[in-house]
Every structure is written in C-alpha cells, then in structure tokens.
C-alpha cells in the first residue's frame, strides 16, 4: 500500500486530544502514514512563531495537499486573522463540506437526518473588509464574485451527482441583498439549467428555510450557502443530530484539502481528556475517501457505527461517561 503523507495540526483547547485518538484510530485500520506534525493558532505564538499561521505549517499543506486539522484559537486582539480564514483564502479551499446524519442509538427529537452542507468558503461577509467610516460608523463589506459563486455552485452539483443525492437547496436572501445573494442564486440557477438539469433544485430565503429544516429535516437533502449562512446552518444542524461532536467537516481546494470536525477548541473542556473525538474521526474518514483509502475508511466507518450500536461506551456529550481515548479504544477493539 502506498505510504501516504499527511500534515497533521493538532491545533488548542480539546485539538491535540481529538486528533491524537483519530491518528490512533487511523493507524489501527491500517493507514499506511508519515505525519507531518506542526503548528497553528494560540499554541503556535505559544511554541515562539510569529502568526497564529506559520508558512511552514502553510508551505507543508501545499507541498503535501492534504491536511486534517484540530480545532484553533484565535487570540482576541494582537490583531491576528483566524487560522481558519487564512487556510481557506491562502488555499483557495473554497468548498467546505459538512455531512450532518443521525447516528446510531443517539437519540435526539429528530430520525432520519442526512442532509450535506455545502458552503462557500472564501469570500462574503468572511472577507474581512471592514472600515469606519467616521467615528460610531462602521462597515463589513459583504464580497460576492461570479467566479466564486459559479465555482461552488458546480461543486455541489458535482458532489451530488456523485453521491447520488436528490436535490440542491439554495438558502438565501435575496429579496435583501439583492446583488450578492442575487449573483450566488442566479449562478445557482445556471449551473441546474445548463450543467445538472437532472438534479431537484430549489431556492429556499434562509429564515423561513431554517424554520422548515426544524420542522421536517428529511425534505432536505444537500443546502448549498454562502458563508456565513454556510457557518450558521452547519450548527443548526449538528443540533438535529447529537451536537457539535458528531459531524465532521471538509475543506476543499483545486491544490489541497483540510479536514477538520465543525466544532471548535472547547476550552471549557480542554485538557480533561473527556472530549469526543468521533467528529474529528469521521474527519478521517472523508480524508481517506479523498486520498482513496476508501477501504480504511469503510472500515472506520463500520467501527464507529458499531460502537454507537452498542451504546455502551458514549462519551458524556453523547450520555455516556467514556473518556476520549476510551471511545478510541473501543473504535479500534471494532475494526474488522
Ligand atoms: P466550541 O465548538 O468549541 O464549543 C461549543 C460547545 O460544544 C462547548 O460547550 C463545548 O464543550 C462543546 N463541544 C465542542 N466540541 C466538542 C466535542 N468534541 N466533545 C464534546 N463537547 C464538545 O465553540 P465555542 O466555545 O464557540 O468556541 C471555542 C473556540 O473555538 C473559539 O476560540 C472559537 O474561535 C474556536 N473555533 C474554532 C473552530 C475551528 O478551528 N475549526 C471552529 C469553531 C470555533
């Protein structure tokens, strides 16, 4: 098997915890890798480096193209830009992925959750184009490209397509903004008509959308947003289905890629060893499906599934009271 070379960020707070039990977990299902370990956010200006983004950390992720990602901290004030905008716009990772489906013997108010988010990773609001314009005055320019809205747009037919989902939601606010949300619907639109015809498509404005998947979750399928909307609805919807620990994310890029769990460094956690590491776990499992690994993957899959079968050991965001390495011990006592 072909040796693979990953970069690995173990990142703050619950990071170095959730990615150390998802390199164990790798490795037990027989991930043939060199990790290249480095740093980035508060942990990197703690190890001496100058931005919360090191080049060597960014240069590794180009020369390597793959990359999985603890969760970071950005310091407030220091006037330092968020590791995560400056990956996504340094690498042009312009497609974040987000499957959102309920698990095994997680029980939440809804069943039958499995809905993907596709968001525009690179410009809109994130942009981070902000002025005053006088004194109490101050703007946010909110950036909308038709390259960037055509690119994302033909990602997600693409992804369902090939995942043989049914149908793109576009979640917007264009009765509001009418020129960048507009220009995010009308390249929508064109790639159904001219690229995927065969792919149920609608247009959903995003307040009444966001009451809708409450409501009935199942009639939705892939949510195709821009970004902050794409940022807000990746929460909402952990929500439907255990939480902030069991959905994974990916970062997608024409160069590289960057797999990372939605959730953040969980300070209020940090260090107690009690995090859960499923959504950085199933982070992997994307990877290895990114770098063809798809045997490994399923295994992994099949592993977790089955733990959460059981229902005996959770961690405590979950009902349970297994540790996080305890939760990764008992993945890999399932690899088949
Ligand atoms: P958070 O996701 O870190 O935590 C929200 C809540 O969910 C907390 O109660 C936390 O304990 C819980 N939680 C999150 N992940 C969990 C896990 N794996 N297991 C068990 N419980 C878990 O969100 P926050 O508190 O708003 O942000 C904390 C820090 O993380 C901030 O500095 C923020 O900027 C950063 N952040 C980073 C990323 C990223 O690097 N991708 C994403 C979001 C937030």
Redesign the pocket.
Known sequence: MAKHTIVMIP?D??GPE?TAATRRVLEAAGLSVEWVELPAGASAIQQGCENVLPQRTLAAIEAHKVAIKG????PVGGGFTSV?VQLRQKLNLYAAVRPVRSMPNIRTRYENVDLVIVRENTEGLYSGIENEVTPGVVTSLKVATESACMRIARYAFRYATRRHRRKITVLHKANIMKLTDGLFLKCARRIHEEEYPNIEYEEVIIDAGLMKIIQDPARFDVLLCENLYGDLVSDLCAGLVGG??VVPGANIGEHAAVF?AV???????AGRGI??PL?CIMSGVMMLNHIHEETIARRIKEAYDAVLGEGKTL?R?LGGTAGTSEFADAIISRLR
């Open positions: 990142g707070g619950i959730v969760p970071v901290t950005t995560n902030l620990g990372e959730h953040g460094s969980a300070p209020d956690i995090a859960n959504a961690t965001d």
